[in-house]
């Protein structure tokens, strides 16, 4: 079965500073998507950003990126210029031939 | 975009009284619709994957008489505690795809809390 471990429960960043988040997952498909969520306190799953496995070029979104290693099995997510609403909780996910495997999630916290 | 409306966002109820939920995809069919579950401060759970038309595939440990799924058309699941009890509160998420390589698109989730 897959897997998805945060080993981050709590993260904090300065307001306007650079976070990474950390990630690690086990599968043995070779076909398969990788998702970061971000939770705020509404609980609403908000979709931060997605990679195909088959992708070696690391997605990006405006102020997030991942960084994909494959053979490592690791899916980071950066967060540059951080600003307060970016405080929440975000979640690594894993999809392949299953719905979306959760990992138990790392809580940012923004500070001012 | 893909959005998908979840009905109600909070219930309040007596213990013994059966609640449904509704999951709806707005602008899309959905042809996978999942539900989670999700404790406070724990990340979600998947609790059972339904198909149009077929009954829903539950996860272990997931009663699925106690937690009965509908997905009689392409835009629509329900999820129904039946017989709810104070440990069935939670928060409960859907979540639905439609084909191909389509992400999971989720709902607003519903708050449920039985008194």
């Known amino acids: 079965a897959q897997t998805v471990t945060q080993s981050q429960p709590e993260m904090s960043v300065q307001e306007a500073e650079t976070v990474t988040l950390s990630c690690t997952y086990d599968t043995s498909e070779s076909d398969y998507y990788l998702f970061w969520y971000k939770q705020p306190p509404s609980r609403q799953m908000i979709l931060v950003i997605r990679q195909e496995a088959y992708k070696q070029q690391n997605a990006t979104e405006n102020r997030f990126s991942v960084n994909f290693q494959k053979a490592a099995k690791s899916f980071s997510l950066k967060i540059s210029d951080s600003q307060l609403g970016d405080a929440a909780m975000y979640f690594c996910a894993y999809s392949g031939n299953t719905p979306l495997v959760f990992g138990k999630g790392t809580r940012l916290s923004v500070i001012a | 975009g893909a959005v998908v409306s979840q009905h109600p966002s909070r219930v309040i109820c007596k213990s013994g009284t059966s609640v449904k939920i509704e999951c709806r995809s707005l602008d899309f069919q959905a042809t996978t619709m999942f539900w989670y579950r999700q404790f406070p401060k724990q990340s979600l759970m998947l609790m059972a994957t339904?198909?149009?038309?077929?009954?829903?595939?539950?996860e272990q440990g997931v009663e699925k008489d106690k937690f009965l799924i509908n997905h009689a058309s392409l835009t629509l699941s329900t999820l129904t505690v039946t017989s709810a009890h104070p440990e069935d509160s939670s928060f409960y998420i859907c979540s639905a795809r439609g084909g191909g390589d389509q992400p999971q698109h989720f709902g607003d989730g519903t708050r449920l809390s039985i008194l």
């Open positions: 339904s198909n149009e038309g077929s009954k829903a595939t539950y």
